[in-house]
């Protein structure tokens, strides 16, 4: 048995050690906000946070985990960036199929709480992993500095 | 995009038209939050979950209920993957019956071909930017037709003329006397008026809701995580599996031993069919376990050998056969025998869709039944191959459709359907299928290579004769046979037929030249993403050869085509055209091209800016795009469509290539499928030519106008004539042989 702190819960699960937490999250305990997207930390669509820093949890066996908290889409509106970030992209309507952006948001907001205003190169360094197919790259950058500039 | 407008055949649309719309809408309701969103999000996360609300209210159309409370529902013809094409299609509905977006909820359209093909291929189909074209007017007419049952029955109970009556955010307005009635109230009694013929449509000078930028009503929860696309679809007692097909296409499963693959913990059952094995298990993880430890022995068939030169070669010369007539104008071949007469030849490479949604499907196989829950861009030919491949009836399959999380023209096929539906088969409860990233890259169908060869005379600093001769596979002849005529794929053409430059003579041929070892699909910008970028380079060479400014040159062949030569002037002025271009501070070759497209209904230009370092390395630095997609129904949208239409054009050119070796696609993932990150984003500016004329496409046309535009900047930076794509950085080193 392994027990997760997720979004503040603990769950218990019955799973392989070196099973990776994106199918332990979508798979065993049903979060299905966090995507599936390439399966080898490529395209950051499986993006979380694990005490606040950004990690692609296609590639994080749930064994090493211990008891670091995880954070997923369904609850990074409970943060100060996450919800600033999710605002924003409402705002800027910077979502289109939007299959990648739950893990553009974690990307964002995990840039947005350890750097309260990012630049140009800030916003490449911490996104360039993050694939989004449909293009929106110009509002995710948009919509991140809108988000640092609101209160 | 398709010229010809078949009839469907009647197999193609009586499947569905034995089942009530109200069962398939019962049913999909019953999928809860995947298939009903908007404002109002009905239903728990568990697809079998009851609708706690009673059911449907009153049905005015094929597109619009409204319930006693006062709820309004629209079922969605098109299918929503980020274009925004739900938000476009409310707003139109919305609009002429007089509520407020906010006051809407959606729902996903049954496959119903007869209710909801879209006008232009008379099918169910999203696709070929014909969402906004097609349902313009039709949707209009439902909204209107509804409001005058709404009116109608408001005055009957008033006893009042209906002409003394007003319409506002859902309710009915007696001003002379103060009355007024909420939609809701009326509903009942209005459904049961016969709908007016001919509604009356309103001035466009009144609209409220089109041409403003609306928030879209996808995207709230979008950003929180409770969006259901296929991929996420629970279901009690559901397994997980994943599966892996011959990688020559064509080829066949010898033998299979699954000893590992079952000892693997969580592993339930493995599936072997003739092409394929699937592995069945608790989750994901034991399925791809379980999948790697198998030992597959497959008969790899005739297309081992196929090898992508090979491929090239022999479209290259299939190009010197005789082709099919598809545009003729005077007589070109007559006008290209003397003169100065240019020629050029270009070659378009395979490419995957690469939607971040992987392919995936969930199906429950119940014997004479099946239900299947997925994403997909024709519900309609999801739900006859699903039932084919069962041997079933259609109207035994059930399609609940999906919020699509990137489609592109891959989920106009339906081949994961058959393959989950073929799987399901054999599993006994719901089982949900996903394909690894690698299965989903190297089992694409994939854009067809095409190669396009061109001449053209050029009399008096104008292009006077044309020849544009398209050699590749027919798309149209396997997807939409009706529409393949006298040897003429419609869709292979378009782009090179009707074009806005004023040419007296013109000659379009097509040649059909099959690569059976390759499937193939529709593609963002399908037809003109390879004729536009061939034509386009083709006159950007001519310019440069006869000494003349590339717009210039473009000017002036456009007399009869006001719509274009203004966005061509758009994009020229916005971009600074005739301005020299700042050395780059970085060091590198600078060059500036332009590129138009009349297609889709509508009109763009676009003018692409890069430095080109002496590695060869291509970084676009600035595109700008001007528009004229007719009346605009959602501003911000058309601009998000835009933006992201050029970006998947420069993913193309930059880097789009899939390789066929020995019958196998070479790349796997998104390290050797490259595909754009934000760091290597240019500055995109959009502008929007002001217009009344009627609405036309946006998905692709930017995916298709960009890529020459960036082509003709290379060129410009070094001097270089690419002949095929993607841009290969090795020509382009500095001092590199061409």
Redesign the interface.
Known sequence: MTILKINGQERTVD??AD??LL??L???I???????????A??G?CTVHLDGSPVRSCQLPVGVIGDRAIT???A??DTPAGAKI?KA??DL?V????????GQ?MSAAALLASNPSPDDAD???A???????????????EGIKHAARSA | MLHDRPDPSPASTGGSRGLSRRTLLGAGAAVGGGLLLGIELIGG?SAEAKDPRPQGGATFNAFVRIARDGAITMIMPAVE????TYTMMATLIAEELDVDLAQVTVEHAPPDQKDYGNPIFVAQITGGSTSTMGWYLPLRKAGATARAMLVGAAAAGWNVDPASLRTESGVVHHDASGRSAPYGRLADRAAAIPAPKEPILKDPKSFRLIGKPL??I???D????????G??V?LPGMK?GTLAACPVFGGKVRHVDDSQARAV??VRQVVVLDDLVAVVG????AA?QGLAALAIDWDYGPNAHAMQEDLYAAQAKAANGSGVTAQKVGDAPAHLKDGTVYEDEFELPYLAH?????INGTAHFKGDSCEIWVGTQAPVMAQEGAARALGLKPEQVTINNH??????GRRLEVDGVVKVARIAQHVEGPVKI?W??EEDIQQELFRPIYHDRLRARVENGRITAWHHRVTGPSIMARWLPPAFQKGIDPDAVDGAIEQPYDFDHILIEYIRHETPQVPVAFWRGVGPNSNIFSAERFINHIAHQTGVDPVEFRRGMLKKSPRALAVLNLAAEKAGWGQPLAAPSGGGRAGRGIALLAGFGSFLACVAEVVVPDDGDVQIKRIVCAADVGKMINP??LE?QV??????GMSAILHGEITIDHGRVLQS???DYR?????E?PR?ETYFVPSEEKPGGIGEPGTVVVQPAIANAVFDATGVQLKRMPINRALLAKGAKA
């Not at chain 2, 979008?222 to 696309?229: A, P």
């Open positions: 799973v392989p099973m990776p199918w332990v979508r798979d065993v049903g979060l299905t906000g966090t995507k599936f997207g390439c399966g080898i490529q395209c669509a997923t889409i369904e990074i509106g999710q992209w409402l309507e979502v289109q199929c939007g299959y990648c952006q739950s948001i916003i490449d360094t996104m360039a992993g993050n694939i989004c197919r449909c293009g929106t790259y110009v509002r995710i950058r | 996360r993957m980020g274009q925004g928030k879209r996808d995207t709230p979008k950003v929180n995580g409770k969006v259901q696309y991929i996420d629970m997980f913990p969580g608790d989750h994901m993880w791809k690469a939607p971040m949604e992987p919020l699509i999380g990137g489609g592109f996903v690894s990233r911000n949208t998000a933006q992201g239409g050029t970006i998947f993932n998104f390290h595909v754009l990150r934000i760091d984003m995109i």
